[in-house]
């Protein structure tokens, strides 16, 4: 959601309140319907991955501290913003809104850009043995890429200087700030996974026959699944929003409180169901390494009867 930014002008800040949401009731309980539910499913999965050391690897690892952006959005960026709406609380504070705008653009840049470096990172370590990472290794790539995320949020969210519109922010009114933000937080990242997943589709394709006979190849387009799933999922999380806004620089006439609010449900519901998506994808890798392990333990047992010495028919006699 797009909290607002007020720039210099003479209007004030309670002539700004109003006009942006409407569906008041429906905004709140849709809203936070989707964040108990995404947090649950974030807590869910965190305690799943910090008691199965077998889920870090790095195939895995950068989807689960994803779950941070999740985190941040139920705990700070949704609260905010409901409390400084409905209690009044951006009358008296624009801090405030700044505050809930820099977490807001921090989990839209940092979502992707995560997926980006994930699809760039299986490049290198897609042939390699899926072994398991130390908690530095999995911890410094996140952090980094949180670092920048909060870097990016914070320039756009202070630095911009715009025409006052009520409730909006600089870089969603006008031409010249929102084509960065586009580029930076999606076109650039989105750019990456794509390139980056249709060449792995075609590196693994073109090494199939060292695969056809193992195990691994069916790992490999498991994880090419899983890739362009999220690609689909970050395209239907950022677009709906980023491309309204678009719409609304070049055709302010389409403007619309419910549809803007409607906008911000569908985000804020499109965000918790990230962690569901990693819920459901972690069940599957949970089920399929315990049906390879019944495999393995099955053909030991089967291979331990074989080496069994049958005892001679006489010397049973005797």
Request: glycine share 2%; aromatic share 14%; hydrophobic share 45%.
């Amino acid at each position: 959601m797009y909290p607002f930014l007020i720039a210099e002008t003479n209007l004030t800040v309670n002539d700004t309140i109003g006009p942006l949401f409407t569906l008041g009731p429906t905004l709140v309980i849709t809203t936070s319907l989707g964040v108990v539910i995404g947090t649950i499913f974030s807590i869910l999965c965190i305690i799943n991955y910090v008691t199965q050391p077998s889920l870090r690897t790095h195939n895995t690892y950068i989807f689960y501290f994803m779950l941070i952006y999740c985190l941040i959005s139920s705990f700070i960026s949704v609260p905010i913003f409901l409390m400084g709406y409905y209690l009044n609380l951006f009358q008296n504070s624009i801090s405030l809104c700044q505050t809930s705008t820099i977490h807001y653009l921090t989990i839209n840049i940092g979502m992707v850009t995560s997926l980006a470096y994930a699809s760039v990172e299986r490049h290198y370590l897609i042939f390699r043995k899926n072994g398991l990472l130390t908690w530095t290794r999995q911890l410094f790539p996140a952090i980094c890429i949180l670092i920048y995320s909060y870097i990016v949020a914070i320039l756009f969210t202070l630095i911009p200087t715009c025409t006052y519109t009520p409730c909006l922010g600089c870089h969603t009114t006008e031409l010249k700030y929102m084509v960065p933000w586009l580029t930076i937080s999606f076109f650039l990242p989105q750019l990456v996974m794509i390139i980056s997943t249709v060449y792995l589709i075609i590196r693994l394709y073109q090494q199939r026959a060292n695969f056809n006979k193992r195990p691994e190849w069916s790992v490999l387009q498991k994880i090419v699944a899983q890739m362009t799933v999220y690609v689909i999922w970050s395209c239907l999380y950022y677009c709906p929003v980023s491309f309204y806004n678009l719409s609304l620089i070049i055709d302010p006439s389409k403007y619309s409180p419910d549809l803007k609010t409607v906008m911000n449900i569908v985000n804020t519901v499109i965000v918790q169901s990230y962690p569901i998506l990693t819920f459901i994808s972690m069940l599957l890798c949970t089920r399929r390494k315990q049906a390879q392990q019944k495999k393995k333990d099955s053909a030991l047992k089967l291979n331990n009867l074989s080496t069994i010495t049958p005892v001679p028919a006489n010397e049973t006699q005797n």
